[in-house]
């Protein structure tokens, strides 16, 4: 009987610095696509760059990582 290899876990990237989540998807070896999300108006982000979210797009050859900062600062133009 051969062995089933289970499915990664990636809940436990959910808020882990993005830099890190990044550093141990780089181990299963697919591309990965980051989106970071921005308010509406313009803003700068503050604190950490945080994973939001990782799931397997594109019929599990590639990961979607969606983060956003702890917080955002509103700039004038």
Do not use: W
């Amino acid at each position: 009987m051969a062995a089933r290899t289970s499915a990664p876990d990636y809940a436990q990237l959910v808020l882990m610095p993005e830099v890190e989540a990044r550093r141990a998807l780089r181990a299963e070896g697919k591309p990965i696509s980051l989106t970071i999300l921005r308010p509406v108006f313009c803003a700068l982000g503050r604190g950490v760059l945080r994973t939001l979210r990782v799931r397997p797009v594109k019929e599990e050859t590639e990961l979607e990582v969606l983060a956003g900062y702890d917080g955002y600062e509103r700039i004038e133009r």
